[in-house]
């Protein structure tokens, strides 16, 4: 049996194994406080929706997070949930974003609100089921902002990325050919 | 940077700002309840300095209120979580000493939500 493979696929293939490493990188950071973390695998997310689709960077952003749960041994545990339930937000709000005027929203603007349904999806998930509490309502304010910080940075970085003549991720189909 | 951009990052300054002070703003208590059993032993302004002694279920127990602030400083129990749990200074705030069964609760202007007793 044979699966027949588009250029897209080794596309989303190869930036979903860069967002992968990227995520592997940031699970070796240690953090503060549990989920406040840089997020740097989705500048890759980010990346494609501008250069592709969100198609593929709904892909890239859903296989980041399944295959890196089960690097890290953490698939279906509490952490891949709230992985997956902030990624799921996210896309959703950048989905919506796309459609704000390119004119005056750049990829900072969306980065930056990706950033903030990440921890929304995640704050929900632990409010009502994992701390089912009213005193999670103090982390709020420090994971906004996290969130505003980091993603204004890879915003920021997506920008760079985007508009500099030199891409540094190189995706064209000649380097696939090994 | 485009315009947008820039509207983003204010409104996600502002919306921050609003969270601190929406969700950190601690009231601080004026009075410390004091429980012993299933009856009020007591109410203290906090304003006062002093020490209460309270009989509880094992022995003789110390409360100290000072600067706005109300702890167990002596208890007769073997674990002393209740001493150790330190000083109490906002509103909802509470210690239990489970053996002697005697409980502080601060009080402040409003009552504040509690999921266990509502």
Same mark, same amino acid.
């Given at each position: 049996?044979?699966?027949?493979?588009?250029?897209?696929?080794?596309?989303?293939?190869?930036?979903?194994?860069?967002?992968?490493?990227?995520?592997?990188?940031?699970?070796?950071?240690?953090?503060?406080?549990?989920?406040?973390?840089?997020?740097?695998?989705?500048?890759?997310?980010?990346?494609?929706?501008?250069?592709?689709?969100?198609?593929?960077?709904?892909?890239?952003?859903?296989?980041?997070?399944?295959?890196?749960?089960?690097?890290?041994?953490?698939?279906?545990?509490?952490?891949?949930?709230?992985?997956?339930?902030?990624?799921?937000?996210?896309?959703?709000?950048?989905?919506?974003?796309? !459609?704000?005027?390119?004119? !005056?929203?750049?990829?900072?603007?969306?980065?930056?609100?990706?950033?903030?349904? !990440?921890?929304?999806?995640?704050?929900?998930?632990?409010?009502?089921?994992?701390?089912?509490?009213?005193?999670?309502?103090?982390?709020?304010?420090?994971?906004?902002?996290?969130?505003?910080?980091?993603?204004?940075?890879?915003?920021?970085?997506?920008?760079?990325?985007?508009?500099?003549?030199?891409?540094?991720?190189?995706?064209?189909?000649?380097?696939?050919? !090994? | 940077?485009?315009?947008?951009?820039?509207?983003?990052?204010?409104? =996600?300054?502002?919306?921050?700002?609003?969270?601190?002070?929406?969700?950190? @703003?601690?009231?601080?208590?004026?009075?410390?309840?004091?429980?012993? =059993?299933?009856?009020?032993? =007591?109410?203290?302004?906090?304003?006062?300095?002093?020490?209460?002694?309270?009989?509880?279920?094992?022995?003789?127990?110390?409360?100290?209120?000072?600067?706005?602030?109300?702890?167990?400083?002596?208890?007769?129990?073997?674990?002393?979580?209740?001493?150790?749990?330190?000083?109490?200074?906002?509103?909802?705030?509470?210690?239990?000493?489970?053996?002697?069964?005697? @409980?502080?609760?601060?009080?402040?202007?409003?009552?504040?939500?509690?999921?266990?007793?509502?």
């Amino acid at each position: 049996m044979f699966i027949q493979t588009s250029i897209e696929d080794h596309r989303i293939a190869k930036l979903a194994a860069l967002a992968i490493a990227l995520h592997m990188l940031e699970a070796v950071i240690p953090s503060p406080l549990p989920g406040v973390k840089p997020g740097i695998a989705n500048i890759v997310t980010l990346y494609v929706l501008y250069k592709y689709d969100f198609a593929s960077a709904a892909w890239v952003s859903i296989l980041r997070v399944f295959a890196s749960s089960l690097l890290l041994g953490q698939f279906l545990s509490p952490t891949f949930i709230l992985s997956l339930a902030g990624a799921l937000l996210s896309l959703g709000v950048l989905w919506l974003g796309m !459609h704000l005027p390119k004119k !005056h929203f750049g990829p900072v603007s969306l980065s930056i609100l990706a950033a903030f349904a !990440h921890i929304a999806g995640q704050l929900m998930i632990v409010r009502l089921w994992l701390i089912p509490h009213a005193s999670v309502a103090y982390l709020v304010p420090i994971f906004a902002m996290a969130a505003l910080f980091f993603g204004l940075i890879n915003g920021i970085i997506a920008h760079k990325l985007l508009y500099n003549e030199t891409s540094i991720i190189d995706t064209s189909p000649r380097s696939q050919q !090994h | 940077m485009r315009i947008g951009d820039w509207c983003v990052v204010t409104t =996600g300054i502002v919306l921050v700002v609003v969270l601190f002070q929406q969700l950190w @703003s601690h009231e601080g208590a004026t009075r410390v309840q004091i429980r012993l =059993g299933d009856t009020i032993y =007591g109410t203290y302004s906090l304003n006062q300095q002093r020490d209460i002694q309270v009989d509880g279920a094992i022995g003789p127990a110390t409360v100290s209120i000072m600067n706005g602030k109300a702890r167990f400083s002596k208890s007769p129990c073997h674990n002393q979580y209740c001493v150790h749990q330190g000083w109490l200074s906002r509103s909802g705030q509470a210690a239990l000493c489970l053996p002697n069964q005697l @409980s502080l609760e601060l009080i402040g202007e409003a009552k504040h939500y509690d999921s266990l007793n509502y």
